[in-house]
């Protein structure tokens, strides 16, 4: 009878710690976080997934941002982990930087490093346009057949996230002050020729 109630405890704390473990969602973030760039220039974004404690096969995501701000050059996939010869099954990924959105990015893999170590999924190369701060935010993508393009661990099991939103900070190309000093020469020259008519 104590072996049973002992078993019973056991397969209790076991389910808790399931549970708990199970709640802890993991994470698709951007780095660097609240970076800057100058208008004109471009800047490397990573999208990068953290507290994946069973690993993953990888999944879908979208990216949002303001167009007025930013505009995306070019994604890079190949920086994920794996073969990525699924990744595109099913998936039609659409670059719109009129409406500032990447949809429906995916990657898919069979690799097999250390569960809980921080990964990158795609690098994102931006070009600033206009001094501003712009929010980026990654959310899940879907398939061509409208269904989503769930994430899941080695089991299978479709794994809980939570995107991590940022901003990339557009700043203004600063005027060198070789060109105040000409214009400042400039503007004087022209005073002295207006004295001299009068």
Same mark, same amino acid.
């Given at each position: 009878?104590?072996?049973?109630?002992?078993?019973?405890?056991?397969?209790?704390?076991?389910?808790?710690?399931?549970?708990? !473990?199970?709640?802890?969602?993991? #994470? #698709? =973030?951007?780095?660097?976080?609240?970076?800057?760039?100058?208008?004109?220039?471009? $800047?490397? #974004?990573?999208?990068?997934?953290?507290?994946?404690?069973?690993?993953?096969?990888?999944?879908?995501?979208?990216? !949002?941002?303001?167009?007025?701000?930013? =505009?995306?050059?070019?994604?890079?996939?190949?920086?994920?982990?794996?073969?990525? +010869?699924?990744?595109?099954?099913?998936?039609?990924?659409?670059?719109?930087?009129?409406?500032?959105?990447?949809?429906?990015?995916?990657?898919? =893999?069979? @690799?097999?490093?250390?569960?809980?170590?921080?990964?990158? #999924?795609?690098?994102?190369? @931006?070009?600033?346009?206009?001094?501003?701060?712009?929010?980026?935010?990654?959310?899940?993508?879907? @398939?061509?057949?409208?269904?989503?393009?769930?994430?899941?661990?080695?089991?299978?099991?479709? $794994?809980?996230?939570?995107?991590?939103?940022? !901003?990339?900070?557009?700043?203004?190309?600063?005027?060198?002050?070789?060109?105040?000093? @000409?214009?400042?020469?400039?503007?004087?020259?022209? +005073?002295?020729?207006?004295?001299?008519?009068?």
């Amino acid at each position: 009878m104590k072996f049973v109630a002992k078993l019973l405890s056991a397969l209790a704390f076991a389910g808790l710690m399931a549970s708990s !473990s199970a709640s802890q969602a993991a #994470i #698709i =973030s951007f780095t660097p976080d609240n970076a800057s760039v100058a208008a004109g220039d471009t $800047i490397q #974004i990573k999208l990068v997934g953290s507290d994946f404690s069973n690993g993953t096969y990888g999944g879908g995501l979208s990216v !949002s941002w303001d167009a007025s701000l930013l =505009s995306l050059q070019s994604y890079d996939t190949s920086v994920f982990p794996g073969d990525l +010869g699924l990744a595109d099954v099913g998936v039609n990924t659409v670059v719109d930087n009129n409406a500032g959105t990447l949809s429906n990015l995916s990657v898919a =893999s069979f @690799f097999d490093g250390a569960p809980n170590a921080s990964f990158d #999924i795609a690098v994102l190369t @931006f070009k600033g346009l206009a001094a501003g701060t712009s929010a980026l935010q990654a959310s899940l993508g879907q @398939f061509t057949s409208g269904f989503d393009n769930v994430w899941t661990d080695y089991n299978n099991d479709v $794994i809980s996230l939570q995107f991590a939103p940022s !901003s990339l900070n557009v700043t203004a190309v600063p005027v060198p002050g070789a060109a105040w000093l @000409f214009g400042s020469v400039l503007l004087g020259g022209l +005073g002295a020729v207006r004295r001299q008519r009068a």
